[in-house]
């Protein structure tokens, strides 16, 4: 969902306050495929117009009840883009509610699926108007209480006596009750937000900028954790392939650096958007392999291996191309410490890691 339907939804929200036939203000969870889902977006045009605060999710699998409760919202929907269907839970269903999109519904078949949907959520939030005080002569109800229909919009609200029973669900031709979602509202706690993990690699360049020292072609691999929307904790590792070189009139050093590390980061936009940006610092530990190679008989290559610690500042910017996956350029920059300090006959010391950078594009999938 865009940046700008979002804010819309809130300032909505907002003003208007509680929608025609509610007591007061209702929070209500969306859950979408994707930015570009019309049946969202006819949604969410049609919840604000109820005058219901909103909140937008990118997709989340899981028991859409236990999402609804963890985020203290009193109704969840969840659109299912592939099917083109809509879930729906509030307190008063004993399951998950389907309804799913008719192709000869007039206004098209997203315009339509939105509007049945929020018809049938709107008939289970209104409260049952109270009875007037004055009315003596009036009919003893029934055992079975009729439906009661929904006010017409601009009808005042009437608070429910406490006994009062909640309006029973309209009958919606073609819905299907969701497949392993029959769980009672209020059968267990609500659950704490799981933390997500994801793994990711991809390609890197090492680079050593104002020094002689040549690119170095690596990898890189890592984990994440999310233990908020914004905060995260990752650990990554850079792997030499290509070994960076440097030159003298009488030889030549390779050059490979391994480095292992673990750091946090913050999340700089809004984590409901498919664009994520972050900052990070984080510390780690560095081996350079160095081979030196003597093109004369004045002198002989050695070589071996210097550990180094590395402490280290990080940014990347991701794309969310799929619900699971995660296109994200990153920036890395550290300072060696101890410095490594290459030697070679013919020129002056060469200092390594002053500073080191890191440039990775990597793929991140969603495990958890």
């Known amino acids: 969902m865009t940046a700008r339907a979002l804010a819309a939804a809130a ?16 929070r209500v969870l969306l859950i979408v495929p994707g930015a570009a889902d019309p049946v969202a977006a006819s949604l969410l045009d049609e919840l604000v117009a109820l005058g219901l605060i909103v909140e937008v999710e990118a997709s989340t699998q899981g028991d859409l009840p236990a999402l609804a409760r963890a985020r203290s919202a009193r109704a969840a929907l969840r659109v299912d883009g592939a099917r083109r269907a809509v879930e729906i839970w509030d307190p008063g269903s ?17 315009a339509g699926l939105a509007l049945r ?5 709107r008939g289970r939030l209104i409260e049952v108007p109270a009875p007037p005080a004055a009315a003596p002569a009036a009919a003893a109800p029934s055992r079975s209480a009729p439906a009661v229909t929904a006010p017409p ?27 392993g979602a029959s769980r009672a509202p209020g059968a267990d706690a609500a659950p704490g937000r799981r933390v997500s993990i994801a793994l990711h690699a991809g390609p890197s360049v090492v680079l050593q900028p104002g020094s002689a020292i040549s690119p170095e072609g690596a990898a890189t691999a890592g984990a994440r954790w999310r233990f908020t929307d914004r905060l995260d904790g ?14 003298s009139r009488i030889g030549r050093a390779r050059l490979s650096t391994a480095v292992v590390g673990a750091g946090a980061s913050i ?30 008989g004045d002198a ?30 990153e920036a890395l920059s550290g300072i060696a410490a101890p410095r490594p300090v290459i030697r070679l006959p013919g020129r002056s010391d060469v200092p390594f890691g002053r500073p080191l950078l890191a440039f990775n594009l990597v793929l991140e999938a969603g495990i958890r």
Do not use: C, N
């Open 11 to 26: 300032a909505l929200a907002l003003t208007l306050g509680a929608g025609p036939g509610l007591a007061e203000p209702v």
């Open 94 to 110: 004993a399951s998950v509610i389907r309804v799913e999109a008719q192709p000869e519904e007039p206004g098209g078949a997203a």
């Open 117 to 121: 949907a929020v018809e049938l959520l």
């Open 153 to 179: 919009v601009g009808a005042p609200a009437v608070d429910a006596p406490p006994a009062a029973a909640p309006a029973p669900a309209p009958t919606i031709p073609s819905k299907a009750l969701a497949p």
């Open 234 to 247: 990752e650990v990554i590792a850079v792997i030499p392939i290509v070994p960076a070189t440097i030159d």
């Open 267 to 296: 999340g700089l936009l809004d984590p409901r958007l498919p664009v994520a940006m972050r900052a990070g610092a984080g510390a780690g530990a560095g081996f350079l392999r160095y081979h030196g190679q003597s093109w004369t």
């Open 300 to 329: 002989r290559g050695r070589e071996g291996t210097a550990p180094y610690a590395l402490p280290f500042v990080r940014w990347d910017i991701g794309w969310q191309v799929h619900p699971a996956l995660t296109l994200r350029a």
